[in-house]
C-alpha cells in the first residue's frame, strides 16, 4: 500500500461534558477509500469538521501528506487539497451549474481583485482551458444540458452530482464526502460510487461517511467503525461481521444485506 | 438648469450606489456604515481644497489642494477608514450582526461630526468649495454646471464598465460563492473574510469617490446632509433595480431619484407643516419597498449569470436568493423567489 494521505493521532474534543470525539486514530493511504460509520451521535461529523478545519479538536493531530492541519483555517486546508462535502449538497445557488464546476477549479491567481480589473480579457482567455475540462466534466456527469441553468433550480439527485462534478474539478489529495447516499434513489447510487471509485483509480483518497452499510460494503476497501466518540473497530467490511462490539453497537442490526 | 441639477445628484448616487451593490449585492453584506464614507469622501475633499478656517469657524488640515488631488486623497482616507471597519465587523459578524455593527460605526461617526467641532466644525459643517476649476476653464455659473454634469456622467460611465467587468470576472463569481454559501466557498478553499474584505474596501471607494463629487455639487457639508436615512433610499434604488446587476442599479437610481422624488415633490405642501413632503416620501418610498418585495423581488433587472459560451444573456430561473441581514421583509424576497423557481427538473440519470 502507498503512503498515507491523512494520518489522524489521538484526536479529542468535547462539547461542555460529552466527549464527541475520543482519542481517535486511523489513516488513509492514497488510492483507498475508507468508510467511516457507527450510530447516530458516534462522532463522525465531528471527525470531519475537526479534520477539515471547520472545528478545532481539544488535542492530537492530523496530517495531509506530512503536514499539520490542527489549528489552520477552513480555506488554508482546503488549499492544502482537501475537499470535504456537508450531509446536503451546498450547491453555489445563484451561480450556474458551470460557474459551480470552475470555481472547483481553483484557480485562485485569477481572483486577485486588481487582475480581474485590469487583465479581464487576458483573464478571460486563460480560462479557456478550465472551461473546456469543466464542459468533459459536465458530460461525464450528464449535466451538459443544465451547464447554463442555475445551480438552485436543479434537482435533489441532479445537486448530488453537481458535487461530484465539481470535486472532479477540484482534483484534491483527499476527499471526504459526508453521508454522499442521503435521499438517493438506486440508479444515482451506482453512480456515485463509480465516481468515488474512479476518485482512488485515479490515486485521491476518500473518505465516506455513510449509513447505507451495502453502499460501505461495495465501494470502500476498509472501514472504520465509530461509537461514543471511539474507534471501536477497523478492518475489512467483511472481517467486521463477526465483531461483537460493532455487532452491539448497532443493536443487534444484521450487517448483512437486507 | 434644474434638471441639470436633478441628473448630476442621480448620476452622483448612482455611482454610490454601484458600490454598494458590490458591498450588498455581491458580497451579500448589508452595511449601514455605507452613507458615512460619502459623508467622510466629501468633508476630506472639503478641508483639502478650501483653505484654512476663519475663526471661529474650525476644522482640521486646511490645505488647498487641487481638486483632483484632494479627491484622490479623500478616496484614501475613506479606504482607510473602511480597512478598521471592515476588520472589525466583517471577521466573524455576519447578517443582523453585521449591520448592528455598522450601525454603530456610523452613529459613532455621526456624533463624533457633530459634537467635536475641531474636527468638521461640528453642525455647522463645512463649506466654501465653489466650483472648483470654473476660473481656470472660463466658465459662466451654468456653463460649469454642465460640464461638472458631463464630468459626473464620464465617470459614471467609466465605473459602470469597470463594474460590470469585475462582475463578470473571476472576482465576481468567487464573491457570489462566499454569499451564496460561505462554508462551501471556505471548502473550497476561499478566504471568506478576504474576499468580503476587498469587496467591501472597492464599494467604500467608490463611496469616497462620490463624496467627494457631491462636495462640490452641494458646496458645502454638514451633518444634516447625511442622516441615515439617505442609505435606505439607495438600497431601495438597489433593490428596484435589481440586485447585483450593474445597469439595474444604475436604472435604479434614476428611477427612485428622479420618477420617484420628483413626482412626489408635486404632493401638497402645506405651509404650516413644512415636514409633509419629506416625510411622505419616507413613506412612498417605503411601500415603493415593500411593493417591489412583493411582485417582483429581482428588481427590475435580474442579476446576471454568465453563460458559457455567449456572454451576458440573462437566463430564467430562481432570482438571487435573499441572504439574511436584509432589511424586514428579506424572508418575503426569498419565500418570492422559491415560487417562481421553475418546478426543478427531474431527469433520472441513466
Same mark, same amino acid.
Given at each position: ?31 483507498q ?5 457507527? #450510530? ?16 478545532r ?105 453537481? +458535487? ?79 465483531n ?15 | ?25 455581491w ?5 449601514l ?16 481644497t ?9 476644522y482640521?488640515?486646511?490645505?488647498r ?29 455576519r ?37 472648483p ?18 464630468v ?6 467609466l ?70 436615512? +439617505?442609505?435606505?433610499v ?11 446587476? #450593474? ?22 405642501? #402645506? ?19 415593500i ?28 432570482g &438571487? #436568493? ?10 418575503? &424576497? ?17
Amino acid at each position: 500500500m502507498s503512503a498515507a494521505v491523512l494520518e489522524i493521532e489521538n484526536l479529542s474534543k468535547s462539547f461542555g461534558g460529552v466527549h464527541a470525539v475520543r482519542d481517535c486514530s486511523f489513516a488513509v493511504a492514497q488510492g483507498q477509500v475508507l468508510g467511516l460509520i457507527g #450510530p447516530n451521535g458516534a462522532g463522525k461529523s465531528t471527525v470531519v469538521d475537526l479534520v477539515s478545519g471547520f472545528g478545532r479538536p481539544d488535542s492530537g493531530s492530523v496530517l495531509l501528506a506530512g503536514q499539520e492541519l490542527v489549528g489552520k483555517r477552513p480555506d488554508v486546508i482546503s488549499r492544502l487539497g482537501l475537499i470535504r462535502t456537508f450531509q446536503t449538497p451546498r450547491e453555489w445557488r445563484g451561480l450556474t451549474v458551470m460557474d459551480n464546476v470552475l470555481l472547483g477549479r481553483r484557480q485562485f491567481g485569477r481572483e486577485s481583485l486588481w487582475r480581474c480589473l485590469t487583465r479581464a480579457r487576458r483573464l478571460r482567455r486563460a480560462e479557456e482551458p478550465d472551461r473546456a475540462q469543466a464542459r468533459a466534466i459536465l458530460d461525464r456527469f450528464g449535466l451538459t444540458d443544465l451547464t447554463n441553468s442555475r445551480a438552485g433550480t436543479l434537482s435533489g439527485g441532479q445537486k448530488r452530482l453537481l +458535487e461530484f462534478a465539481r470535486i472532479a474539478a477540484a482534483q484534491p489529495r483527499l476527499i471526504i464526502l459526508d453521508e454522499p447516499m442521503g435521499g438517493v434513489n438506486p440508479v444515482l447510487g451506482a453512480q456515485i460510487r463509480d465516481a468515488v471509485r474512479q476518485f482512488a483509480a485515479a490515486g485521491q483518497a476518500v473518505i465516506v461517511v455513510e449509513h447505507n452499510l451495502p453502499f460501505i460494503e461495495k465501494t470502500c476497501d476498509e472501514v472504520v467503525v465509530m461509537d461514543l466518540g471511539e474507534v471501536i473497530a477497523q478492518g475489512s467490511f467483511a472481517g467486521l461481521r463477526g465483531n461483537a462490539r460493532v455487532v452491539d453497537a448497532y443493536l443487534g442490526m444484521d450487517l448483512s444485506h437486507d | 438648469m434644474y434638471w441639470v441639477s436633478v441628473v448630476t445628484e442621480a448620476g452622483i448616487f448612482a455611482i454610490l450606489a454601484l458600490g454598494l451593490d458590490v458591498v450588498w449585492g455581491w458580497a451579500g453584506d448589508f452595511d449601514l456604515m455605507f452613507y458615512g464614507y460619502l459623508a467622510l469622501g466629501s468633508y476630506m475633499t472639503m478641508v483639502l481644497t478650501i483653505g484654512k478656517p476663519i475663526p471661529p469657524v474650525q476644522y482640521i488640515i486646511g490645505w488647498r489642494l487641487p481638486y483632483p488631488l484632494a479627491l484622490l486623497l479623500a478616496v484614501l482616507v475613506v479606504v482607510a477608514l473602511a480597512a478598521v471597519i471592515g476588520a472589525i465587523a466583517l471577521r466573524n459578524l455576519r447578517e443582523i450582526y453585521f449591520a448592528v455593527t455598522t450601525l454603530s460605526a456610523v452613529t459613532a461617526l455621526y456624533l463624533l461630526v457633530e459634537n467635536y467641532t475641531p474636527l468638521f466644525d461640528g453642525y455647522n459643517g463645512v463649506y466654501g468649495l465653489i466650483n472648483p476649476g470654473q476660473t481656470a476653464l472660463n466658465l459662466t455659473y451654468n456653463g460649469y454646471r454642465i460640464v461638472f454634469l458631463a464630468v459626473v456622467l464620464v465617470l459614471l460611465a467609466l465605473i459602470y464598465l469597470l463594474v460590470e467587468r469585475l462582475s463578470a470576472s473571476p472576482f465576481g463569481r468567487m464573491l457570489r460563492s462566499v454569499r451564496e454559501d460561505e462554508h462551501a466557498a471556505a471548502a473550497y478553499g476561499r478566504s471568506v473574510f478576504w474576499a468580503k474584505y476587498r469587496a467591501y474596501l472597492f464599494g467604500a471607494a467608490l463611496a469616497g469617490l462620490a463624496g467627494g463629487l457631491f462636495a462640490v455639487f452641494i458646496s458645502a457639508f454638514n451633518p444634516s446632509a447625511w442622516t441615515p436615512q +439617505e442609505l435606505l433610499v439607495i438600497y431601495a434604488a438597489i433593490l428596484v433595480g435589481g440586485r447585483g446587476n #450593474p445597469r439595474g442599479v444604475i436604472a435604479g437610481v434614476f428611477v427612485v431619484y428622479i420618477g420617484f422624488i420628483e413626482l412626489t415633490r408635486f404632493l401638497p405642501s #402645506p405651509a404650516s407643516r413644512p415636514e409633509f413632503g419629506p416625510a411622505m416620501r419616507q413613506i412612498l418610498i417605503g411601500l415603493l419597498i415593500i411593493l417591489m418585495l412583493k411582485f417582483r423581488p429581482e428588481g427590475l433587472f435580474r442579476e446576471r449569470l454568465n453563460v458559457d459560451g455567449r456572454r451576458g444573456r440573462r437566463l430564467g430561473g430562481a432570482g &438571487v #436568493p435573499a441572504s439574511a441581514g436584509e432589511p424586514t421583509g428579506a424572508a418575503a &424576497v426569498s419565500g418570492q423567489a422559491d415560487a417562481k423557481e421553475p418546478d426543478a427538473r427531474e431527469r433520472s440519470p441513466q
